[in-house]
């Protein structure tokens, strides 16, 4: 069973669990095997780009994927 199907099966079974008491030794376990990443640090140039295409983003500049898909066939014809 692969990694993903191990994560999807563990959800499902949590999900399904009402035992406050099982639930917080799980919690508990997974506290100890799980590394807190912190969040990554953007200088002030990367800061701005992702400011820009947030704007970009709300006033619906931007493209489709199906726009894209056929922009890029009708650049493999010429």
């Known amino acids: 069973m692969s990694a993903q199907d191990l994560k999807y099966a563990i959800h499902e ?9 099982f639930l917080s030794l799980i919690k508990e376990m997974l506290n100890r095997k799980y590394i807190n ?3 990554p ?17 709300n006033h ?5 994927e199906e726009q894209i898909d056929k922009m890029v066939s009708e650049w493999a014809k010429e």
């Open 37 to 39: 990443q912190e969040k």
């Open 41 to 57: 640090i953007f200088s002030d140039k990367q800061l701005e780009e992702i400011d820009r295409s947030r704007e970009q983003l």
């Open 13 to 21: 079974s949590v999900e399904n669990i009402d035992d406050e008491d």
């Open 60 to 64: 619906g500049k931007f493209k489709t």
